[in-house]
């Protein structure tokens, strides 16, 4: 994973009852229901990468130009994608976590290495727990949903099924912890990180680490939409060491709030 970035996103490629408190409350599915499949290093969602490159690559080179400022925010600031989806969909009124996969997978080497995740997982010592979710959000037939939400990305987009709390899938995330580290700050593994690790009063340093854009068959399924789609990875730090590896890949159907998620289409002078 070294500073270079591969294939720029412009090049053709082959396609192919709510809480008001507006705090994140666990999918109603996941309420007294079975407990999450165990994972395994290759159970979860990896894009298959069309372009990619580092946070100072990114910052510094055209992907500033190809994507609106929102989606510039969402993939590479430090802060939080829940504060930051709550600003940008103002009738944002519920957040979910559907909790996915969780459980033990070995050490880095023993679970595939580089090979099966990203490579700065190596950083974590120890057996490791591999945790996936799904940050849901009220969706486009609810009247107070958010009112960015778009099923117009993709002419073969095909309408979601909302879950029972009327909520549809925005971000999907992969997390690696140290079994240690999970024990000690994950207490509520149902619960999202934040609200985690919020009530340990835990300080944290998000060093965004490498930015993606590509494919992935399962989360077309997942999303109601075909790629590309966008993604990142970042470490979490915390008392100079690493605590989590996490990798987040976006449903394009945020773009008609958060602008373009994709390239704009220029003609031979340059312009739009």
């Known amino acids: 994973h070294a500073g270079a970035s591969t294939r720029a996103p412009g090049v053709a490629s082959a396609p192919r009852a709510r809480p008001r408190s507006r705090r994140f409350a666990v999918a109603d599915g996941d309420r007294g229901a079975s407990p999450p499949a165990p994972p395994s290093s290759s159970s979860w969602h990896r894009l298959s990468a069309r372009w990619e490159a580092d946070e100072e690559t990114a910052m510094e080179g055209e992907l500033l130009d190809l994507l609106s400022p929102a989606w510039r925010i969402m993939l590479l600031s430090d802060g939080s994608v829940t504060r930051h989806l709550r600003l940008l969909c103002p009738k944002l009124d519920c957040t979910a976590l559907e909790l996915v996969a969780q459980g033990p997978i070995g050490t880095f080497a023993g679970a595939g290495g580089a090979a099966a995740m990203p490579a700065d997982v190596e950083r974590i010592e120890g057996d490791l727990v591999q945790r996936e979710v799904l940050l849901r959000i009220r969706g486009p037939d609810a009247d107070d949903g958010c009112a960015g939400w778009s099923d117009e990305h993709s002419a073969e987009a095909v309408p979601l099924t909302a879950a029972a709390d009327g909520t549809v899938p925005a ?53 109601g939409t075909t790629g590309p789609f966008w993604g990142r990875h970042y470490i979490f730090w915390h008392a100079g060491k690493p605590m989590t590896v996490v990798y987040e890949v976006f449903n394009p159907r945020l773009e008609n709030a958060l602008g373009p998620a994709k390239p704009l289409i220029r003609d031979a002078r340059g312009t739009n």
Request: charged fraction near 25%.
């Open 171 to 223: 971000v999907y995330a992969a997390s690696w912890w140290s079994s240690d580290t999970f024990a000690e700050f994950m207490s509520d593994s149902a619960s999202p990180m934040w609200s985690n690790l919020r009530s340990a009063n835990v300080e944290l340093y998000r060093e965004v680490r490498r930015v993606y854009q590509g494919d992935n068959e399962a989360l077309e399924e997942v999303f």
